[in-house]
């Protein structure tokens, strides 16, 4: 059995037109045997006219066998009804209407077409009388995805029809591809917008396309009556950078998502904080799909974790969680999903809920590529961390100090200058000039600046290699104290003291002057709201201030651990153990000061 070429391929019409059995006699899935490899591939009948009903067969095979076979991937899950019909081995199936589109779309005109495709292929509907059945079968099913994908000839992807002038990308990609450039001509204008709309198509945000893309030896797009290559429709735009690209008001930038998406495509080992800097953005239509698409992944990590999602969700997620800090030897992982709160609460409080999406409240360093560390900031857990019985992770740390105080959390509904966003910037600002015991020799307005936007490059190096190691000294002024006057004078509530325009420069006019005082605004804007959105401000006992977990509370304790980036918040219980409230910005934290300090010891937590 082989495939027709890609070429020719069907246009789609405005409205399905469903076929329908004369007899209504419904398709009937013939349960597939479990442990021996077997598939199901759908044959696609041509036609010669789009309005042609759609015909098919299903044929089963085994995943070693040599079948020219392509997958078929679109976001049919989004839109599952109205249902509609086709025509499956001369019976009824009822299929959601965007993969009745997509087979229209991929059906060649002179020849059948062998395809793969999840929605068809596998049993997606349930019978009550054997329930257990049905979940055996797609349970072994999606356990063989890795197979398909790389025993297919190629992935088509359907976006779905022609919309908000997506033409105009494809036609400028063809223009692109006729003169033969070896760069080739940026989006502008119309096709500039039309390509970031293009970013938004539902399919770039499901948890499986990263897999799909990377398992599959070439991948095609389709969108409407046109297609290009997959690395193609990347080519013409620049993007933000290989950086966090989430804003909390503004959602993910799109065009970034594809690129980060692209880097993990690339037929190479990529690392596990990239594939979750992406699909922290996806939406998952199973909890356990994100932790299993990274699993597929070449990520270097041997997991030994089955495919299987018949695994109960809680235990999967720890026992994912506590292979990757064995295999990492460090506590990144417990960084990467922010503070939003836990859909799935019976989760030990060290163990993420990896089926969030869009998470707020991640903090600078946890996805950057640009901080500098010194060689002897600690980046590895001490010896002696283990997993014990009980959902407990025993890990070595030394205390820092206790919260005194916590205003209320910046949520993520509150925009700049809104009556919510003033109320709590005002309780953040009281509380900062109550820090009691100021510890630092910097003003309380400039280290509210630094904190609002998690800076911290001071503290990560040292002045020199020789021990003791000091930390190198952070400026009387912040470094971005201008920044922050300008949106201190657009966005302050005024409590922490009146801030005047920053001076002239007597090099600029007045329209440079202006301009200059935009950037700064735009760029403290956008990095105070990537960071502070999902937080708490708080003070501490010993003299500073802070952004913590919106569960954070007065008299919790702040505790790093090495293999961290950043300190973390603990409460304690009853039993001797602690609850894993989320990782906090801490001004004026001095890791290398803290490890050196002979009166404070290592000492262990049971975190549970």
């Known amino acids: 059995m082989s495939r027709g070429s890609a070429g020719q391929l069907g246009d789609t019409s405005d409205e399905p037109v469903p076929w329908i059995e004369e007899s209504g006699t419904p398709f009937q899935y013939d349960p597939l045997p479990t442990g021996d490899d077997s598939i199901r591939l759908l044959e696609l009948e041509p036609a010669l006219s789009p309005e042609d009903p759609i015909r098919c067969k299903l044929i089963r095979a085994k995943c070693n066998e040599s079948y020219h076979y392509e997958v078929l991937s679109c976001d049919w899950r989004s839109v599952p009804e109205p249902q509609v019909p086709i025509s499956l081995n001369g019976r009824t199936l009822d299929t959601p209407p965007e993969i009745w589109t997509a087979l229209q ?8 077409r062998l395809l793969w495709t999840d929605a068809i292929c596998i049993d997606q509907k349930s019978n009550n009388q054997d329930q257990t059945a049905d979940d055996t079968e797609r349970n072994d099913q999606l356990s063989r995805l890795r197979n398909i994908y790389q025993g297919a000839t190629g992935l088509l992807v359907w976006l779905g029809g022609a919309e908000d002038n997506s033409d105009l990308v494809f036609e400028h990609l063809d223009n692109c591809r006729r003169h033969t450039h070896i760069n080739w001509c940026l989006y502008t204008g119309k096709a500039l917008l039309a390509s970031r709309r293009l970013s938004q198509r539902p399919w770039f945000y499901r948890a499986q396309s990263a897999q799909e893309l990377a398992l599959s030896k070439k991948a095609t797009i389709l969108c409407g ?15 933000l950078g290989m950086n966090d690209y989430y804003h909390p008001l503004k959602g993910p930038d799109g065009v970034t998502h594809l690129h980060h998406l692209r880097e993990l495509t690339r037929n190479r080992r990529v690392q596990l904080w990239d594939i ?13 799909d994100k932790v299993f698409g990274a699993m597929m992944m070449d990520t270097g990590i041997q997991f030994g974790i089955p495919i299987d999602y018949s695994q109960d969700i809680v235990r999967l997620f720890q026992a994912f969680t506590q292979v990757v800090i064995e295999s990492t030897q460090c506590l990144d992982i417990l960084h990467w999903l922010g503070t939003t709160q836990k859909g799935i609460h019976v989760l030990p409080s060290w163990v993420p809920d990896y089926s969030i999406v869009n998470p707020v409240g991640t903090l600078p360093r946890i996805f950057s590529q640009s901080a500098t560390y010194s060689i002897y900031y600690p980046f590895k857990l001490l010896p002696g961390f283990e997993f014990r019985p009980g959902n407990i992770l025993a890990v070595q740390g030394r205390f820092v100090e206790k919260i005194e105080k916590v205003a209320d959390e910046l949520q993520k509904g509150a925009a700049p200058e809104s009556q919510m966003f003033n109320s709590t910037l005002r309780g953040w600002e009281s509380l900062a000039l109550d820090v009691s015991n100021k510890r630092f020799p910097q003003s309380i307005i400039d280290a509210f600046c630094d904190t609002l936007i998690g800076n911290d490059e001071d503290d990560l190096v040292i002045e020199d290699d020789h021990s003791p190691y000091v930390r190198r000294s952070r400026p009387l002024t912040s470094r971005v104290a201008d920044k922050f006057n300008a949106w201190y004078k657009q966005y302050g509530t005024g409590v922490l003291r009146k801030v005047d325009s920053p001076p002239a420069t007597s090099s600029l006019d007045a329209r440079e002057q202006r301009e200059r005082v935009d950037r700064h605004l735009r760029w403290y804007s956008h990095h105070m709201e990537t960071t502070s959105y999902g937080r708490r401000f708080f003070t501490t006992d010993g003299g500073s201030m802070g952004l913590a ?29 602690y609850e894993l409230i989320g990782d906090c910005f801490l001004y004026d934290f001095d890791v290398f000061a803290l490890f050196q300090d002979r009166e404070t010891t290592t ?5 549970a």
């Open 105 to 112: 779309r991929v059906r060649l005109q002179e020849q059948p």
């Open 225 to 239: 009556r046109h297609q290009s290559t997959w690395l193609e429709i990347m080519k013409c735009s620049t993007f």
């Open 549 to 577: 977990p919106p569960h954070a509370r007065g008299g919790n304790d702040i505790v790093f651990f090495p293999g961290g980036k950043y300190p973390f918040i603990l409460r304690a219980r009853d039993d001797g153990t």
């Open 603 to 607: 000492r262990e937590f049971l975190l």
């Open 276 to 288: 979750f800097l992406w699909n922290r953005h996806c939406r998952a239509d199973d909890p356990r």
